[in-house]
C-alpha cells in the first residue's frame, strides 16, 4: 500500500505534534473531527473567498480536477512552456507533496498565492511580526504553511525563484457594491470543497482591495533560520520536513511528551476509554494512564491556566490536585461570587468524592433575583459574519444579525414562546429590521432581559455603530433602544449609562452555581441536561408534551413534544437531541443542496445554515427545510434559559412554582 504523503494538513497536523499524522491513519473514525473545518470554511465564506482569490486572476488554468501524479505532471508541462498562472499547481519533492491555491510563473520566477479567509488590517506596517520581530503566534500556522510550501516548490524546480504570498482579506477595505458574496454560487460539494459558481462581478470590486497578497518572503526565512519551531522540534526546518515525512512513511512518531496542548487534540473522544481514540492510546503509552474518563484529566480544569506546572511535577489526574496546587483557595462564602480559583477546587472536591449534587448558593442568587423585575425576557440571537461583505460599504466580517427566539416568563410561571425574527433574504441587510422587531418584543414594559454569555450584547453594540452614520429619526430612536439595555464597551468612542443591562445567566452560574456533571463546561450545551437532571419541577413538567403549537406552553415552531427523556442507561438526555435531522426523508437532489448541513443543533451549523440560504440557489424544499431547523434550534436557546430559571428557582427551594 502506497504510503501517505506530506501533504499540506499533514504538515501542519504534524507541527502541532508528530503523532497525529498516525493517528490520521489509524483512526480513521476520527477523520471528521480532524477536517471539521468544511462547515467552518462555508460559514465564514472561506470557499466565496477561494473563488473570488482565483477570480483576480482571469487567466488562470484550474488542475484542481486532476489526479494528484496527473496534476504533478500538467503542472511541469505547464511552467516548461513559459510565462501561465495555475490554479491548484500540484509539486512533489521526494515524499513531500503540496498543492498551490494560486501560482504565477513570471519570467522564471514562481509566485505562490496561499489563499486565506484571515483577515488583517492593511494599514499595520507588518501585520505578521512583533515589534521585536518575532513571528505573532496567531499567525505561525499560516506563515508555516506557506513556508512549507515555497520548501517543496524551491526543490521540485532548482533554478528558479521562488516568493511565497499569503492573500487575505483586508478589513480595512469596504464593499463597493451590495450582493458581493451573492456573487458566489454555492452548488454542493466536489470533494473537500463547495462547488462554486462565479457570476459577473463588477470591474469596481476588484480595485477596492477587499483581497490582497502580500508578501511573505521575509517571514519565510525566520522560519526557514529558526532553529525551535514549536514544542516539538528543535531542528533546522529541512530536518523538520525530513523527520515529519519519515512519519509518514514509517507511520511511526518520535517520542513527544504530554503537553498542555494535548487537552485540545483533534483526536479525542468523548469515551477516552482506551482504544477509541488517538488521545487515549497517548494517555496510555505516554502517561501510563488508562483508568480515566471524561473530566478526570487536568485538561479538563475549567479555566486551568497551570497545566504546564501541574504536568511539571507529575500531575496529570484531576482529583491528584491539591489545594495548595491553585494557591489555597477560601472557602466559598454564600452570598459572595465564587473566585476562579474557588471554583476550581469546587469541581475537583466534587470529583474527589465522587458527589453529583449541586453546589448552590442560595443567598448570592436570592440577590441577584431580587433585582429582577416581570416579565422575564430570554433571548438569543444569531449573526454572521463573513469575509465578503453582503451589502455596500460593509467591511469584511461586518456583523449581520440574521435572527432571534424570544421566551417569556410571567409573575404567575406561565411560560410562552413570543418572538421570533428570521431574515435571509441576500439582498436586504436585516439589521435595522432586527432591532426595530426585538425593539418591538421587548421594549413595551421593563422586565429583566437575560442573555447567555456577551453575545447578545456586543451585537447591539456593533448594530448601534451602524445606526451612528443614520441621522433620521427613527435611527436616532433605535439607538435610544439599543443604549437602554447595552452596555458600551470600554473602549467605546461614545459612553452611555444603561438604564436596563441584560442580565448574563452564564456570569449567573460561574458565580453561584456549579453542576459536576457538567466537568466544567459552562455552556448552555452542557448546563441545560445538569439543570433538568437535577430539578424535580422539571422533569416531572416537561416529561409530558406540554410544549409545543396549542399547548399549555405554547410555541411558534414545535409540535407537542415532551423535553425530558431518558436515555439506555435512565440518564436524562439532552433535548438538542431531539432537534430533527433536516433531509431524514427528503429526495437525494434535495439533500445534495443542502450541502451536508444535516443538523442544526449548534451555533456553527446555524451560520452554515445561514450562509448556505445567501449564497446558493436552493430549491423551495430545501430553503424551507434549512429555516425551519433555524427557527427551531434558536427557540430551544432561549427555551433552555427558560428551564435554567426554573430549575434555580426549584433548588432554591421556592415552592410557589406549578406547572403550567
Given at each position: 500500500?502506497?504510503?501517505?504523503?506530506?501533504?499540506?494538513?499533514?504538515?501542519?497536523?504534524?507541527?502541532?505534534?508528530?503523532?497525529?499524522?498516525?493517528?490520521?491513519?489509524?483512526?480513521?473514525?476520527?477523520?471528521?473531527?480532524?477536517?471539521?473545518?468544511?462547515?467552518?470554511?462555508?460559514?465564514?465564506?472561506?470557499?466565496?473567498?477561494?473563488?473570488?482569490?482565483?477570480?483576480?486572476?482571469?487567466?488562470?488554468?484550474?488542475?484542481?480536477?486532476?489526479?494528484?501524479?496527473?496534476?504533478?505532471?500538467?503542472?511541469?508541462?505547464?511552467?516548461?512552456?513559459?510565462?501561465?498562472?495555475?490554479?491548484?499547481?500540484?509539486?512533489?519533492?521526494?515524499?513531500?507533496?503540496?498543492?498551490?491555491?494560486?501560482?504565477?510563473?513570471?519570467?522564471?520566477?514562481?509566485?505562490?498565492?496561499?489563499?486565506?479567509?484571515?483577515?488583517?488590517?492593511?494599514?499595520?506596517?507588518?501585520?505578521?511580526?512583533?515589534?521585536?520581530?518575532?513571528?505573532?503566534?496567531?499567525?505561525?500556522?499560516?506563515?508555516?504553511?506557506?513556508?512549507?510550501?515555497?520548501?517543496?516548490?524551491?526543490?521540485?524546480?532548482?533554478?528558479?525563484?521562488?516568493?511565497a504570498n499569503l492573500m487575505l482579506v483586508d478589513k480595512a477595505s469596504k464593499s463597493p457594491i451590495s450582493g458581493l458574496y451573492q456573487c458566489f454560487k454555492i452548488g454542493g460539494r466536489a470533494g473537500n470543497r463547495a462547488a462554486i459558481q462565479v457570476l459577473d462581478i463588477p470591474h469596481e470590486v476588484f480595485s477596492a482591495g477587499l483581497?490582497?497578497?502580500?508578501?511573505?518572503?521575509?517571514?519565510?526565512?525566520?522560519?526557514?533560520?529558526?532553529?525551535?519551531?514549536?514544542?516539538?522540534?528543535?531542528?533546522?526546518?529541512?530536518?523538520?520536513?525530513?523527520?515529519?515525512?519519515?512519519?509518514?512513511?514509517?507511520?511511526?512518531?518520535?517520542?513527544?511528551?504530554?503537553?498542555?496542548?494535548?487537552?485540545?487534540?483533534?483526536?479525542?473522544?468523548?469515551?477516552?476509554?482506551?482504544?477509541?481514540?488517538?488521545?487515549?492510546?497517548?494517555?496510555?503509552?505516554?502517561?501510563?494512564?488508562?483508568?480515566?474518563?471524561?473530566?478526570?484529566?487536568?485538561?479538563?480544569?475549567?479555566?486551568?491556566?497551570?497545566?504546564?506546572?501541574?504536568?511539571?511535577?507529575?500531575?496529570?489526574?484531576?482529583?491528584?490536585?491539591?489545594?495548595?496546587?491553585?494557591?489555597?483557595?477560601?472557602?466559598?462564602?454564600?452570598?459572595?461570587?465564587?473566585?476562579?480559583?474557588?471554583?476550581?477546587?469546587?469541581?475537583?472536591?466534587?470529583?474527589k468524592t465522587r458527589d453529583p449534587k449541586p453546589w448552590i448558593d442560595a443567598v448570592g442568587l436570592q440577590k441577584e433575583m431580587e433585582r429582577w423585575q416581570f416579565p422575564l425576557h430570554f433571548i438569543d440571537f444569531e449573526t454572521s459574519r463573513v469575509a465578503l461583505p453582503f451589502f455596500k460599504n460593509q467591511s469584511p466580517y461586518h456583523?449581520?444579525?440574521?435572527?432571534?427566539?424570544?421566551?417569556?416568563?410571567?409573575?404567575?410561571?406561565?411560560?410562552?414562546?413570543?418572538?421570533?425574527?428570521?431574515?435571509?433574504?441576500?439582498?436586504?441587510?436585516?439589521?435595522?429590521?432586527?432591532?426595530?422587531?426585538?425593539?418591538?418584543?421587548?421594549?413595551?414594559?421593563?422586565?429583566?432581559?437575560?442573555?447567555?454569555?456577551?453575545?447578545?450584547?456586543?451585537?447591539?453594540?456593533?448594530?448601534?455603530?451602524?445606526?451612528?452614520?443614520?441621522?433620521?429619526?427613527?435611527?436616532?430612536?433605535?439607538?435610544?433602544?439599543?443604549?437602554?439595555?447595552?452596555?458600551?464597551?470600554?473602549?467605546?468612542?461614545?459612553?452611555?449609562?444603561?438604564?436596563?443591562?441584560?442580565?448574563?445567566?452564564?456570569?449567573?452560574?460561574?458565580?453561584?452555581?456549579?453542576?459536576?456533571?457538567?466537568?466544567?463546561?459552562?455552556?448552555?450545551?452542557?448546563?441545560?441536561?445538569?439543570?433538568?437532571?437535577?430539578?424535580?419541577?422539571?422533569?416531572?413538567?416537561?416529561?409530558?408534551?406540554?410544549?409545543?403549537?396549542?399547548?399549555?406552553?405554547?410555541?411558534?415552531?414545535?409540535?407537542?413534544?415532551?423535553?425530558?427523556?431518558?436515555?439506555?442507561?435512565?440518564?436524562?438526555?439532552?433535548?438538542?437531541?431531539?432537534?430533527?435531522?433536516?433531509?431524514?426523508?427528503?429526495?437525494?437532489?434535495?439533500?445534495?443542496?443542502?450541502?451536508?448541513?444535516?443538523?442544526?443543533?449548534?451555533?456553527?451549523?446555524?451560520?452554515?445554515?445561514?450562509?448556505?440560504?445567501?449564497?446558493?440557489?436552493?430549491?423551495?424544499?430545501?430553503?424551507?427545510?434549512?429555516?425551519?431547523?433555524?427557527?427551531?434550534?434558536?427557540?430551544?436557546?432561549?427555551?433552555?434559559?427558560?428551564?435554567?430559571?426554573?430549575?434555580?428557582?426549584?433548588?432554591?427551594?421556592h415552592e410557589f412554582m406549578s406547572p403550567p
Amino acid at each position: 500500500m502506497r504510503k501517505p504523503a506530506l501533504t499540506k494538513s499533514r504538515f501542519a497536523l504534524g507541527l502541532r505534534c508528530p503523532q497525529k499524522i498516525v493517528y490520521e491513519q489509524e483512526y480513521p473514525s476520527q477523520l471528521n473531527a480532524v477536517n471539521s473545518d468544511f462547515l467552518s470554511l462555508l460559514a465564514e465564506g472561506g470557499f466565496q473567498v477561494g473563488a473570488f482569490a482565483k477570480a483576480h486572476f482571469p487567466d488562470g488554468l484550474d488542475l484542481s480536477l486532476l489526479d494528484t501524479e496527473s496534476a504533478v505532471i500538467r503542472t511541469k508541462e505547464l511552467i516548461s512552456s513559459g510565462d501561465c498562472t495555475i490554479f491548484e499547481a500540484a509539486f512533489s519533492h521526494g515524499n513531500c507533496l503540496v498543492r498551490v491555491d494560486i501560482l504565477e510563473c513570471v519570467s522564471g520566477k514562481l509566485i505562490i498565492h496561499e489563499v486565506k479567509a484571515k483577515s488583517f488590517d492593511s494599514a499595520s506596517e507588518r501585520p505578521f511580526q512583533n515589534k521585536d520581530g518575532a513571528l505573532k503566534s496567531v499567525w505561525k500556522p499560516f506563515l508555516y504553511d506557506v513556508a512549507f510550501q515555497k520548501y517543496v516548490v524551491s526543490r521540485a524546480f532548482v533554478g528558479f525563484k521562488v516568493c511565497a504570498n499569503l492573500m487575505l482579506v483586508d478589513k480595512a477595505s469596504k464593499s463597493p457594491i451590495s450582493g458581493l458574496y451573492q456573487c458566489f454560487k454555492i452548488g454542493g460539494r466536489a470533494g473537500n470543497r463547495a462547488a462554486i459558481q462565479v457570476l459577473d462581478i463588477p470591474h469596481e470590486v476588484f480595485s477596492a482591495g477587499l483581497l490582497r497578497s502580500i508578501d511573505v518572503d521575509s517571514e519565510c526565512d525566520l522560519i526557514f533560520a529558526a532553529i525551535e519551531h514549536g514544542i516539538h522540534f528543535d531542528c533546522s526546518f529541512s530536518d523538520l520536513v525530513d523527520q515529519l515525512s519519515t512519519v509518514c512513511e514509517d507511520l511511526v512518531a518520535p517520542s513527544v511528551l504530554v503537553s498542555e496542548e494535548c487537552g485540545s487534540c483533534e483526536f479525542r473522544s468523548s469515551s477516552d476509554d482506551g482504544t477509541s481514540s488517538g488521545f487515549a492510546h497517548c494517555m496510555a503509552t505516554k502517561a501510563e494512564l488508562t483508568d480515566f474518563s471524561p473530566g478526570d484529566l487536568i485538561f479538563d480544569l475549567w479555566n486551568n491556566r497551570r497545566i504546564g506546572k501541574q504536568l511539571a511535577s507529575g500531575i496529570i489526574k484531576l482529583k491528584d490536585l491539591e489545594a495548595a496546587d491553585l494557591g489555597h483557595p477560601d472557602e466559598p462564602v454564600q452570598g459572595v461570587p465564587l473566585t476562579t480559583k474557588q471554583r476550581q477546587w469546587l469541581q475537583i472536591s466534587k470529583l474527589k468524592t465522587r458527589d453529583p449534587k449541586p453546589w448552590i448558593d442560595a443567598v448570592g442568587l436570592q440577590k441577584e433575583m431580587e433585582r429582577w423585575q416581570f416579565p422575564l425576557h430570554f433571548i438569543d440571537f444569531e449573526t454572521s459574519r463573513v469575509a465578503l461583505p453582503f451589502f455596500k460599504n460593509q467591511s469584511p466580517y461586518h456583523n449581520v444579525a440574521f435572527q432571534f427566539s424570544h421566551h417569556t416568563v410571567d409573575i404567575d410561571g406561565r411560560v410562552e414562546h413570543a418572538h421570533q425574527f428570521l431574515s435571509t433574504n441576500p439582498l436586504v441587510n436585516p439589521n435595522l429590521d432586527f432591532v426595530r422587531s426585538l425593539r418591538a418584543a421587548i421594549g413595551g414594559d421593563q422586565g429583566t432581559i437575560f442573555m447567555y454569555s456577551q453575545h447578545e450584547n456586543s451585537t447591539l453594540f456593533a448594530i448601534h455603530k451602524d445606526l451612528e452614520e443614520h441621522s433620521d429619526a427613527e435611527a436616532l430612536h433605535l439607538r435610544e433602544f439599543i443604549e437602554s439595555i447595552t452596555v458600551p464597551a470600554k473602549d467605546a468612542a461614545k459612553a452611555w449609562q444603561c438604564s436596563r443591562p441584560m442580565v448574563d445567566l452564564l456570569k449567573l452560574i460561574q458565580s453561584y452555581v456549579y453542576f459536576p456533571s457538567t466537568q466544567g463546561n459552562n455552556s448552555i450545551k452542557a448546563v441545560l441536561p445538569a439543570v433538568l437532571s437535577s430539578s424535580n419541577f422539571l422533569q416531572s413538567t416537561y416529561r409530558y408534551p406540554i410544549y409545543g403549537k396549542g399547548c399549555r406552553v405554547p410555541s411558534l415552531n414545535f409540535d407537542s413534544i415532551s423535553w425530558v427523556r431518558r436515555g439506555k442507561t435512565g440518564e436524562i438526555l439532552s433535548p438538542y437531541l431531539q432537534l430533527p435531522d433536516i433531509g431524514a426523508d427528503l429526495s437525494d437532489s434535495d439533500r445534495e443542496e443542502l450541502t451536508e448541513i444535516t443538523k442544526i443543533d449548534d451555533g456553527g451549523a446555524a451560520l452554515a445554515a445561514f450562509a448556505r440560504l445567501t449564497g446558493g440557489a436552493l430549491g423551495d424544499t430545501a430553503r424551507e427545510r434549512l429555516e425551519q431547523s433555524l427557527l427551531m434550534y434558536c427557540e430551544l436557546d432561549t427555551l433552555a434559559m427558560v428551564f435554567l430559571y426554573q430549575g434555580l428557582m426549584d433548588l432554591m427551594g421556592h415552592e410557589f412554582m406549578s406547572p403550567p
